[in-house]
């Protein structure tokens, strides 16, 4: 007997109503995207492994999912290599590309390779889906999509201003009001590891730093000392762990604790700037939040990073986030080519979403009127109405058999279809709509005005 299939774990299967549900959010998304100025542009689901790995630090690179050589990916091997067991030699000899981990990186090959073509600054936005060998949990998975919108080729901080607003205009237009934007600087973070003395801890004081909200305070201390960075430094960054009041009072606080780091001055002087003219230019719904405790932990980020908390009371990690990368490209050969951006999490929006009960009903019905099936004699003159019906831009039908009618109302009922045509006669249709019950005698004009 043959084994039920299934499907590889952190991974999905999307019905009707899910697929209807997802692109209701990505035409919201592409909608503002292009309203902002942002181009669309696609890269292959995979990439040249020197491509990707070394640009996510020691964690990401794990979590890359390799692609194994066509043919006999062995044959580079020798037995001596086989029996030595060095994962990481081996790796690169059975296998030369791998899936997309973001679109950050394959984007910045991208501006690389096409900057002859392109018009800078660049603004694109990219909807596709990467892939994480990560351990599948809620709001985790190995396959999602990230919509990513970024600007490279500026160095002006009104990009950051923009991007924030950006996040606030989607998030408003799905409903999502009292979402989180938090806001830091890697030079901030430069600047407070350079204070406590431990500039050459900074990526471990980074990685540590951004999971204070799932370890706490007592996980990221003992995550630093066993990275080798000092009590004495620890104890120098407590503060940091109890840092609040409004933005104004959290940046005049980072002044006076890092008055002796220009670097951490300048990051400052940027978020200063940036939370001021968003405070000046407005927020409809989202919260802007200054978190220095805000790390991202990819290497790339150099200046001002984001990261989007769903409302409060929603039990999911973070929706959105992004950063400043001032020479991303410089890894393939271009010097000099700063760049900012920001990532939606599509999956996880669309659970939020659903949790909050927020999709409108017309996003799950698909078809709005469905033409019930009497048999050869009503087939043709149905089809004839079906066709007018198409051409005026409303979805509908004709259920393919003629079956009990009792069944085709079921057939409605099951798929949401709100509306069926009885009967047809040659200057009038016979409504129902199967919500309220409601019949009506109309003619071809009265019923496209009902059904639109």
């Not at 290599?81 to 081996?90: C, G, P, T, V």
């Not at 950006?166 to 999502?176: N, R």
């Not at 080519?337 to 659970?351: A, E, H, K, Q, T």
């Amino acid at each position: 007997m043959a084994s039920k299939p299934s499907i590889p774990k952190g991974t999905r299967d999307f019905s009707p109503v899910e697929v209807s549900k997802r692109n209701y959010v990505i035409s919201i998304m592409r909608r503002h995207f292009e309203n902002y100025g942002y181009q669309p542009i696609e890269t292959p689901s995979f990439e040249n492994s020197d491509t990707l790995m070394g640009k996510y630090g020691e964690e990401g690179d794990r979590l890359i999912f390799k692609i194994l050589n066509s043919g006999d990916y062995l044959d580079k091997v020798s037995s001596e290599e086989l029996q030595a067991i060095n994962y990481k030699q081996l790796t690169g000899k059975i296998s030369e590309k791998a899936l997309r981990y973001d679109l950050t990186v394959p984007f910045a090959r991208y501006v690389v390779q096409h900057q002859s073509e392109i018009e800078f600054p660049f603004k694109r936005y990219q909807i596709q889906p990467v892939w994480r060998a990560d351990r599948p949990q809620k709001g985790r998975f190995r396959e999602f999509y990230q919509c990513d919108a970024d600007v490279v080729g500026s160095k002006s901080l009104w990009q950051e201003v923009e991007l924030v607003q950006l996040y606030d205009s989607i998030f408003a237009e799905l409903g999502l009001n009292d979402v989180t934007i938090k806001i830091n600087n890697r030079k901030i973070l430069s600047g407070i590891a350079e204070v406590i003395g431990a500039s050459d801890k900074l990526i471990d004081f980074t990685v540590a730093l951004d999971k204070l909200d799932k370890i706490g305070e007592e996980g990221v201390k003992k995550e630093m000392l066993e990275k080798g960075i000092s009590e004495d430094a620890i104890i120098k960054v407590q503060p940091l762990f109890h840092f609040t009041g409004s933005i104004s009072d959290k940046i005049s606080q980072l002044s006076t604790l890092l008055a002796s780091s220009v670097e951490g001055m300048k990051g400052v002087n940027e978020l200063q700037f940036i939370c001021e003219n968003v405070t000046t230019l407005g927020l409809q719904k989202a919260i802007l939040d200054l978190d220095v405790t805000l790390a991202r932990g990819l290497n790339y980020y150099t200046g001002a990073i984001f990261e989007v908390a769903p409302p409060k009371g929603i039990a999911m990690g973070s929706i959105g986030g992004g950063g400043r990368y001032d020479d991303l490209t410089g890894i393939f050969g271009l010097k000099d080519m700063s760049g900012v951006g920001i990532s939606f999490g599509l999956d996880r929006i669309y659970l939020v979403l659903d949790e909050l009960n927020l999709f409108p009903q017309t996003v799950i019905t698909a078809t709005k009127v469905l033409f019930l099936n009497y048999g050869e004699s009503q087939q043709l003159e149905a089809m004839q109405a079906i066709q007018k019906v198409r051409a005026k831009g409303i979805n509908c039908e004709l259920y393919p058999d003629a079956v009990k009618i009792d069944k085709q109302f079921k057939y409605a009922e099951r798929r949401g279809i709100p509306f069926v045509v009885k009967e047809i006669s040659p200057k009038a249709f016979t409504l129902k709509n199967i919500i309220t019950g409601e019949q009506l005698q109309v003619n071809f004009l009265q019923l496209v005005a009902l059904l639109q």
